[in-house]
């Protein structure tokens, strides 16, 4: 699952169907800050060992991470992440997720309330809030850390062991998620 925009941040309750996960990013076995992040072509910027004007462009790297960006998106830095937000909370707005995918949004009307029965498709309404923001803070702070750093060692050692499994065509993608499960469920129930 990849996360786009601030807005997309409410719908993860939409797409579990619970209030109660935890972003990890990828997998990844470095511990230190930001390990587990993706790098892309469409979220790498580049200054060659040929660029002619190196300064001009370090410039414009530093505009890709502050300030207000001419799209929606998740703040590459934590300290812009409270303005923008705001942002979303002065729009005054309604905004919904299906549990299907998809969403929107719309200035919300006290008078005529929109309701989930409102709705086109079964989904979640909600309304940006400062609380709301406040509740999404840690789950930025896990999305860049290594997933050894917020599993416990032992759960990691059972995922690490099936996800190689995996990685060298021994079972399926199913077979090793229900291994998974089926492991860490016992872990779980042993160490109450």
């Keep these: 699952m990849q996360i786009w925009e601030i807005s997309s941040l409410p ?72 303005a923008e937000y705001a942002l979303y909370i002065q729009s005054n707005s309604v905004a919904w997720q299906y549990f299907d995918g998809g969403g929107g949004s719309q200035p919300d009307d006290p008078e005529h309330p929109l309701t989930v029965d409102d709705l086109q498709r079964p989904g979640i309404l909600f309304h940006y809030t400062k609380e709301l923001a406040e509740s999404f803070k840690p789950l930025l702070d896990e999305v860049g850390s290594p997933r050894t750093a917020i599993v416990n060692e032992e759960i990691s050692g059972i995922i690490n062991e099936e996800i190689s499994a995996f990685g060298a065509d021994a079972c399926t993608a199913e077979d090793c998620a229900k291994r998974i499960q089926s492991r860490v469920s016992i872990w779980l129930a042993e160490h109450k």
């Excluded at 972003?23 to 580049?46: D, F, H, K, W």
């Design 11 to 82: 719908g993860l309750e939409a797409q579990f169907n619970t209030k109660d996960y935890v972003l990890i990013g990828y997998p990844t076995e470095e511990n230190r800050p930001g390990a587990g992040n993706s790098v892309n072509p469409q979220g790498a910027a580049v200054i060659t060992s040929f660029c002619r004007s190196p300064e001009t462009a370090w410039q414009v790297v530093r505009t890709l991470f502050t300030g207000r960006r001419s799209h929606s998106a998740i703040p590459a830095l934590k300290t812009d992440y409270d």
